[in-house]
């Protein structure tokens, strides 16, 4: 599905071949850069568009802000590349919500042509393109009182998985379980809008299947985890 995590740096990104069938690829991302794919984050907002200079200007951290800029400029910057577009050529769109139809399901390109997930945490982001829905997510590995915030709200038998480990352990199972999960629902397009217990992607070191998706673990560095999430086609095809 995938063969490594590429690395985005200052430089422009030199893109292979696109990936086709249920093939991704991914790439990383130090948000705390000044330069992203050959353009300087200080100028990102003659990349970026309305919408996402809005965003940035709400938020009032000058590190926060950073990063999400970085990070949308690495995004820009990996679709232009792949798309054969300037990045500011670029137009981002929302789909319909999966659950009330409303416009604001996946972020996607306006015309199609690639699919796209972007996440950030602390000061790294993962980018995803597919040819199919994907979904991408990393986490910083999460304190005590994080896992006791959420351990309720997982499904039953992941708060079970987690509540039978000892306490130490539980903060690097609970980030496997939140990545694999998001990245589930970023390429559902449903969000957290029906909570957290559902899928079941478990705990242990490798992922539970989840009908329709293939789910994978990500490398990633000391203090986080970050998983994939690709469309099954066949799998659906066979459900259908």
């Given amino acids: 599905m995938i063969e490594y995590v590429n690395q985005l740096g200052p430089g422009a990104p030199r893109i292979g071949p ?13 948000t705390t850069a000044d ?4 353009y300087r984050v200080q100028e990102a907002d003659a990349v970026l568009d309305a919408g996402e200079r809005e965003k940035a200007a709400r938020l009032l951290l000058p590190g926060h ?18 798309l054969g577009l300037d990045p500011r050529e670029v137009t981002l769109v929302r789909e319909d919500c999966p659950c009330c139809g409303d416009p604001h399901g996946r972020p996607a ?15 790294l982001a993962y980018l995803a ?41 539980r903060p690097d199972a609970l980030a496997r379980v939140w990545c694999r999960k998001e990245a589930c629902l ?4 449903t969000g957290l809008a029906l909570g957290l217990a559902e899928p079941y992607v478990g705990s242990s070191p490798a992922p539970a299947p989840v009908p329709g998706w293939i789910l994978t673990d990500l490398p990633a ?17 066979n459900r259908a």
């Fill in 18 to 30: 696109p990936p086709a069938g249920t093939a991704a690829s991914v790439w990383s991302l130090d």
């Fill in 35 to 38: 330069t992203v794919g050959g």
């Fill in 65 to 82: 802000r950073h990063r999400y800029l970085a990070s949308h400029l690495g995004l820009r910057v990996l679709l232009g590349a792949r």
């Fill in 109 to 123: 390109v306006a015309g199609g042509g690639i699919h796209f997930s972007l996440s950030h945490s602390g000061d």
């Fill in 129 to 169: 393109l597919a040819a199919v829905p994907v979904g991408v997510d990393i986490e910083e590995t999460p304190g005590a009182d994080a896992v006791a915030d959420v351990l309720g709200s997982l499904h039953p038998a992941e708060t079970a998985e987690l509540t039978a480990l000892v306490p130490s352990l």
């Fill in 186 to 189: 970023k390429a559902s397009g």
């Fill in 221 to 237: 560095p000391d203090g986080y985890a970050a998983a994939l999430a690709i469309a099954d086609r066949q799998e659906r095809g």
